[in-house]
């Protein structure tokens, strides 16, 4: 019953306090002022706009990577392989963006696209095995995601670049996310428009999969897909569309930066991890859209923030990885901050009784 007392919203909260309070032990451990530490990282966040334009930046492929880790979860899936997806969205987006001169109406929406249908058509395969042969979604997605690294390579390598280069040519300015006087304005950062595309994404997620039919579908397949067959929904049909949608979502990362942030893609020598840390930020987010919007936030927050804790307090980066793997941890450590709850409830239930008693007298 607890648990279905407890808001949504309470356990992320109490879990970011408790990150954060044993983020600061641990610093306080290592010898290091916890309050230097992490004004220093509030600064390297928000403290002027060159910093907060390079957070807003940092965000806005997280929140996309967090949509398609939450998406694929309340469909009953676990998709591992958004780091993959966001590869290949990002070659598509950057191979229409170098490879067609149209004009930005249509161009810009053309690349974006493209990386979606990438990012989908990579989610198909292990959505397609998954349904038509039982086989688990995590181990193919793990290995896809190698798969999408080493093609995504080779691809460049052979026909994007030029002979002994190791990156793509800039995409036209026409399909680029970048704006000049945006990124003046925020101190000469990498911000671009993306973020507006994010933020209408989680709100097109939310609709489908809290006011829409399909939404009512794939939802119950993830709480019983035994159930829904009897109902008479097409189970393989949504596990296949889920994977895609997902895959197109995460794709979106990839063009976020393909278009915007870099303008182009290079040879990788391993992963991003944009995708990784999207499931963290599903978890974060309470696997809804909203949440993970405010997930992807704190996180691009704590990533930036780190580069500036060595310089302004002389704090290794590597502890916020620290205090973030450590907020994933009081997160999916739910339970216990449950059962804390209502041990302290009861305290003060049962001292509020004791005194109620004295006052009459039993």
Not at 50 to 79: C, D, H, K, Q, W
Not at 212 to 222: M, N, S
Not at 304 to 319: D, K, Y
Request: aromatic share 12%; no cysteine; proline share 2%.
């Amino acid at each position: 019953m607890g648990l279905q007392r407890l808001n949504s919203l309470t356990i992320p909260l109490v879990s970011i306090v408790f990150g954060l309070l044993a983020g600061a032990i641990i610093m306080l451990l290592f010898g290091y002022n916890p309050v230097e530490g992490y004004l220093a990282l509030w600064e390297g966040a928000f403290g002027d706009k060159y910093f907060t334009g390079e957070t807003i930046r940092l965000i806005t492929p997280y929140i996309f990577s967090g949509l398609a880790v939450a998406f694929a979860f309340r469909t009953g899936l676990l998709n591992i392989g958004v780091e993959g997806q966001v590869f290949m969205g990002w070659l598509a987006s950057v191979w229409v963006g170098t490879a067609f001169q149209l004009p930005t109406i249509i161009h810009l929406p053309l690349a974006i696209l493209a990386a979606a249908i990438a990012g989908g058509l990579w989610g198909f395969i292990p959505g397609y095995l998954k349904a038509r042969f039982e086989v688990h979604e995590v181990i193919v997605t793990i290995m896809m995601n190698y798969i999408a690294l080493y093609v995504t390579n080779a691809i460049i390598r052979t026909y994007l670049a030029e002979a002994g280069g190791e990156s793509t040519d800039n995409v036209a300015q026409s399909a680029s996310l970048k704006t000049n006087w945006l990124s003046e304005f925020m101190g000469y950062s990498n911000v671009h428009w993306g973020i507006l595309i994010a933020l209408f994404g989680a709100l097109v997620i939310w609709y489908l999969v809290e006011r829409t039919t399909l939404g009512f579908e794939q939802r119950a397949v993830g709480f019983n897909r035994y159930a829904s067959k009897y109902a008479g929904m097409n189970v393989k049909k949504n596990i296949i569309f889920s994977m895609v949608i997902s895959g197109g979502l995460a794709g979106l990362a990839g063009a976020m930066e393909g278009l915007g942030t870099f303008g182009y893609m290079a040879l990788h020598s391993g992963f991003t991890n944009i995708g990784f840390d999207g499931i963290a930020i599903a978890l974060l987010g309470g696997n809804t859209a909203i949440g993970v919007v405010f997930a992807a936030g704190l996180f691009g927050m704590l990533k930036n923030g780190a580069l500036n804790m060595q310089v302004g307090a002389g704090v290794p980066p590597e502890l916020v990885d620290i205090v973030t793997a450590l907020i994933i941890f009081f997160v999916a450590a739910g339970f216990m901050i449950i059962l804390l709850k209502e041990r302290i409830i009861g305290f003060f239930n049962k001292d509020k009784k004791q005194s109620k008693n004295q006052k009459e007298g039993k």
